[in-house]
């Protein structure tokens, strides 16, 4: 089938035939881990073929038809296809934001307060700033527009997770009050983040690379006069620098300042943050 072609030729190899009754479908994404169900698809078969498809996990969305449509009619039919697909997956992806920020609010309020000798807080020399801990799982609580909308959960081994299907573009963990009296930094993660609280910035950590854009320029629309520094990560041993390349266009898009960690000529190459940094300050001495 044409669609399953287009589908494997994004995704890679799959096991099933796509169901072509015009309801959001849930597969696994061959690069996924086991169990996840990322991928998703819509396929209608009657007048000309056509779909759409895409990824909850990267955000992706692509639409199919098997040929252009003939007349003005057909166009506008696969429009509205695409349309009402566009519409089934935006409704199902608030529906799983909404139950992904009930469990959140659950977990947030039945947790205990985070250990302070937690193997992850030790092993990254920070104190626990509010985290709270459910089993041997701290909690790291993610805001949007001042509601609690997902939790990262960190195992002691740094393992770390997001609730499925809940909010991340946007949303980020705040470390310390932001006000006008100070700047306000924005990081990735939130082991980065408690570092430079620590030495004294409030700030806000967006969890990954591709969501400090997101999060400064949504914090940008609320606090429009504050001073923004985009501390980034400097991912030297990696092929473009993703982390340097995102805090720079991130800090072009609010009219904030960036910086990265000065290295001593004897860091090792894959260090990359400002925790990297005083973890390797401490340890040689520094």
Known sequence: MAFLE??????GQLDFNPIADGEIHRFKIQADKSGSLNGWYVLYCDGIASGAFGS??????????IREPADHQESEQLRQRIEQAKAQREAERRQ????AAELANRWWRNARRADPEHPYLVAKGVRGH??????AE???????NGQLVNLQRISPEGIKRFLAGGQVRESYSALGAIGYDKPLCICEGWATGATL???????AAAMNAGNLKPVA????????GVKFIIAGDDDR???GNPGRTAATSAALAVGGEVCFPEWPESAPIELSDFNDLLQWRTSNGY
């Open 56 to 65: 909850w996990k990267a955000g992706d969305n692509h639409t199919w038809s």
């Open 138 to 144: 701290l909690l790291v609580p993610l805001y949007a």
């Open 6 to 11: 287009v589908l494997q030729g994004v995704y």
């Open 217 to 224: 320029m949504a914090l940008r629309s609320k606090y429009p």
């Open 237 to 239: 041993g990696t092929e």
């Open 96 to 99: 799983k934001q909404q139950a």
């Open 130 to 135: 509010g985290l709270r801990q459910r089993g």
């Open 197 to 203: 609280h620590q030495a004294g910035y409030t700030v």
